[in-house]
C-alpha cells in the first residue's frame, strides 16, 4: 500500500479549515511555533480577508497548517512515494520528504513572503484562473495585457500573472468567450517575472537553513522533475518564485510512480480536485475533508484496496 502527498498554496485557508489539528499532540508545536509569527489568535482572524490573503500572513499559515497536519497523519501513513507543493506548498513538502525541520519551514515562508512583498510597486497585482480557454488564446490575452503564464494546471486551464486591472480586463474578455475566469486570492504576481528580484534573497535565506539529502521522491513545481540533491532543492524554490509553474507536469511524473491513492494535506481540496480531473484513476481526497486525521489515513486503506 501506497501513497503519493501533494501540499496546497495559499489562497486555499478558511477559517474551518481542518478544525482536528488544535486537538493533536503531534500538530500542536508547529501550530504554536507559527502563533508566534501570526498570534496565537491567528484562527479567530482567518475569516478577516483583510488580514488573511495578505502575503505575510497566507504564506506561513498554509505552511504551518499544511506541516501540521503531516506531522498528525504522518506516523500512520503507508510507505510514501513522491511528494509535491503547490508553489509555496513545495515547503511544506520539504518537510514531508525529510528535507527541512518545521521550524525552519514556517521561518521561510516568512521569508519569501517578505521578498516577494518588496517586489510590489505602486500598481496591484494578483492571479487569474482560466478553464475551459485554449493555449492560442491564453497567449493572445497575455500579449494584449501585458501578462504571464504563472501556474499550468491542465490542458484548457491555467494561471496567469499580472497587474490587478489588465487581470480584470482580461476576465472580462474570457467571461465573454464562455470561459471560466475567476481573480485568486493572492495579491502578488507569484511565478511571473515581476518576482525576478525576490530570487537573490529568496536563496539566501533557504541557504541559511537546516537541510538534510531528502528521503523521499520531492518533485520540483518549475520542471516537474524528481529532485533528489539538496542544492537542486534550493535552486528550484528559488527560482520557483519567478518562474512558470508546471503543475501539471508534477501531477504526470507522481502517476508515474504509481501510488495507490494521492492525499492533499493542508487547507481545501483545490489540489484533490486538479488531480481527480487529471488522473481519475487513482483515487484522492483532502485531509481538509474528514472530521479526524485517522478518518484519512482509514481512506487511504479502503481506496488502496479496491
Known amino acids: 500500500m501506497t501513497v503519493a502527498l501533494l501540499f496546497p498554496g495559499q489562497g486555499t485557508q478558511h477559517a474551518a479549515m481542518l478544525p482536528w489539528l488544535a486537538g493533536d499532540a ?17 484562527r479567530a482572524r482567518v475569516s478577516d480577508a483583510g488580514w488573511a490573503l495578505s502575503n505575510a500572513v497566507a504564506q506561513p499559515l498554509v505552511t504551518g497548517v499544511s506541516v501540521a497536519a503531516w506531522r498528525a497523519l504522518a506516523p500512520a501513513l503507508p510507505r510514501v512515494v513522491a511528494v ?23 521561518a521561510l515562508a516568512v521569508r519569501r513572503a517578505a521578498a516577494m512583498d518588496a517586489c510590489s510597486g505602486d500598481e496591484p497585482t494578483g492571479l487569474l484562473a482560466l478553464s475551459d480557454v485554449g493555449a492560442e488564446d491564453v497567449e493572445a490575452a497575455c500579449a494584449r495585457w501585458n501578462l504571464e503564464v504563472a501556474i499550468r494546471t491542465g490542458e484548457r486551464r491555467c494561471i496567469v500573472g499580472g497587474a490587478t486591472r489588465a487581470l480584470a480586463a482580461a476576465a472580462s474578455h474570457f467571461d465573454a468567450l464562455g470561459a471560466t475566469a475567476t481573480l485568486l486570492g493572492v495579491r502578488v ?29 520531492w518533485v520540483a513545481g518549475i520542471t516537474g522533475a524528481v529532485v533528489r540533491d539538496i542544492d537542486g532543492a534550493q535552486r528550484a524554490l528559488a527560482a520557483q518564485v519567478a518562474t512558470t509553474v508546471r503543475w501539471d507536469a508534477c501531477m504526470d511524473t507522481v502517476a508515474e510512480r504509481r501510488p495507490d491513492a494521492v ?44
Open 26 to 42: 503531534a500538530a500542536r508545536p508547529v501550530l504554536a511555533h507559527m502563533a508566534r509569527e501570526l498570534g496565537d489568535d491567528w
Open 189 to 217: 504576481a507569484s511565478h511571473t517575472s515581476a518576482m525576478r528580484a525576490a530570487v537573490p534573497a529568496l536563496a539566501q535565506a533557504l541557504a541559511l537553513a537546516r537541510w538534510r539529502a531528502p528521503r523521499i521522491a
Open 84 to 106: 509535491a507543493g503547490y508553489s509555496v506548498g513545495e515547503i511544506a513538502a520539504c518537510v514531508a520528504a525529510g528535507m527541512l525541520e518545521a521550524d525552519d519551514a514556517v
Open 263 to 306: 492525499l492533499e494535506i493542508g487547507p481545501g481540496t483545490t489540489l484533490a480536485r486538479l488531480w481527480r480531473e487529471r488522473h481519475p484513476a487513482i483515487p484522492v481526497r483532502s485531509c481538509d475533508e474528514f472530521a479526524r486525521a485517522g478518518q484519512a489515513v482509514e481512506w487511504i486503506a479502503t481506496a488502496s484496496s479496491r
